[in-house]
């Protein structure tokens, strides 16, 4: 595996993301065995940056991947994320709530490093911006846990311009993590020069489009009712049978490149640069063998620029409360 820089930290180009183990997809928690065996595949295969948060199960998937790499701790880049579940007060332990005071950061923070089973966090994000709680407060702490050893880098997901200059005046950030993917492309006009200009590293989430592009999500019968794609605007009525135009076209240059369309999405976000690791999901070993395979994938520049004008998604890239969420 090829490896990349983002900031000063040092990963396998293509990470890993551990959420949809045990939330938010079809068939999540329903074979931790297989979800571990996945990690462990993925670190025999040179993959180091390993993706969770405490808001994901809620801590359930801190606690699979805690136990996953028991035993191998020094072998990767652990990642996890704060900042969307409150424990404070009134408000103790309920998720979905942007929360980035010092206090709350110091709770989750003690939290995460006894379900993860491990002393320090290698890179700790915040995982929504607080709009109540000014950004260099909560880098003011985080960077108080990097001087007592507890978090080595830091990382935003889904800041935005004004949001990442401030954070990284005040401690270096090393990484963004953002959506960023085939059919989701607001990061490159802006963002991503900023990142450059900064020497910020890049993550993308959901690179597979949360599926999508792959092509295996052919009909919303194949989501199970609690899926939460069910509530994605790309997923939703019309769009979703207006978007597997785009699957299609993926699955085109497949075929030409001898590869599956997920290696072609993923090889596709490769070739944007070298301070980029996107993380896909699988909880499966054998999805995982062939997402890593997109390590040897060279697209053509003719097979690029098919990719680049592939025809724009319907819908947004988010549901509006989520929308609420981001930082634009
Ligand atoms: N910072 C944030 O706010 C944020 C938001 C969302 C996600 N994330 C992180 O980003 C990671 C990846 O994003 P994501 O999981 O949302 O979306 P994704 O990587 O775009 O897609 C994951 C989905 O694709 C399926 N899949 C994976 N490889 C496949 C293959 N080769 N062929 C067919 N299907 C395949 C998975 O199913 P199976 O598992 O059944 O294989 C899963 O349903 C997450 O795990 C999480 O760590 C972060």
């Given at each position: 595996?090829?490896?990349?820089?983002?900031?000063?930290?040092?990963?396998?180009?293509?990470?890993?993301?551990?959420?949809?183990?045990?939330?938010?997809?079809?068939?999540?928690?329903?074979?931790?065995?297989?979800?571990?065996?996945?990690?462990?595949?993925?670190?025999?295969?040179?993959?180091?940056?390993i993706d969770t948060a405490e808001v994901y199960g809620p801590y359930t998937n801190e606690e699979l991947v805690g136990r996953a790499i028991k035993g191998r701790?020094?072998?990767?880049?652990?990642?996890?994320?704060?900042?969307?579940?409150?424990?404070?007060?009134?408000?103790?332990?309920?998720?979905?709530?942007?929360?980035?005071?010092?206090?709350?950061?110091?709770?989750?923070?003690?939290?995460?490093?006894?379900?993860?089973?491990?002393?320090?966090?290698?890179?700790?994000?915040?995982?929504?911006?607080?709009?109540?709680?000014?950004?260099?407060?909560?880098?003011?702490?985080?960077?108080?846990l990097v001087s007592e050893g507890?978090?080595?880098?830091?990382?935003?997901?889904?800041?935005?311009?004004?949001?990442?200059?401030?954070?990284?005046?005040?401690?270096?950030?090393?990484?963004?993590?953002?959506e960023y993917s085939l059919w989701t492309r607001d990061q490159e006009p802006e963002v991503l020069p900023l990142l450059r200009e900064l020497g910020i590293g890049f993550v993308p989430y959901s690179p597979l489009g949360h599926g999508f592009l792959t092509g295996q999500v052919r009909s919303l019968d194949d989501l199970a009712a609690d899926d939460w794609r069910r509530t994605n605007p790309r997923f939703t009525g019309a769009n979703f049978q207006r978007n597997l135009r785009i699957a299609d076209e993926v699955g085109a240059v497949a075929r030409e490149a001898a590869a599956t369309p997920a290696q072609v999405a993923l090889a596709w976000l490769l070739a944007k640069g070298d301070d980029i690791a996107p993380i896909p999901g699988t909880k499966r070993v054998t999805r995982l063998e062939e997402n890593l395979a997109a390590d040897d994938l060279l697209l053509t520049s003719q097979q690029l620029a098919t990719l680049d004008a592939l025809t724009p998604a319907e819908g947004d890239h988010h549901n509006e409360a989520q929308a609420r969420t981001l930082e634009r």
């Open positions: 595996m090829k490896h990349v820089k983002l900031g000063t930290l040092d990963v396998g180009r293509i990470g890993l993301g551990a959420m949809g183990m045990s939330a938010a997809y079809t068939g999540a928690g329903s074979d931790d065995s297989e979800s571990i065996r996945t990690i462990h595949r993925a670190l025999d295969l040179g993959v180091t940056l701790r020094d072998e990767l880049v652990l990642a996890t994320k704060f900042g969307f579940i409150s424990h404070r007060g009134d408000t103790g332990g309920r998720a979905g709530v942007a929360d980035s005071t010092p206090e709350n950061i110091r709770i989750a923070v003690e939290g995460s490093l006894r379900r993860l089973g491990t002393d320090r966090i290698d890179l700790y994000y915040q995982h929504r911006v607080d709009r109540r709680t000014p950004i260099e407060e909560t880098i003011g702490v985080l960077a108080e507890k978090v080595l880098h830091l990382g935003l997901s889904e800041a935005w311009l004004d949001t990442i200059r401030r954070a990284h005046a005040v401690h270096p950030i090393s990484v963004l993590q953002s």
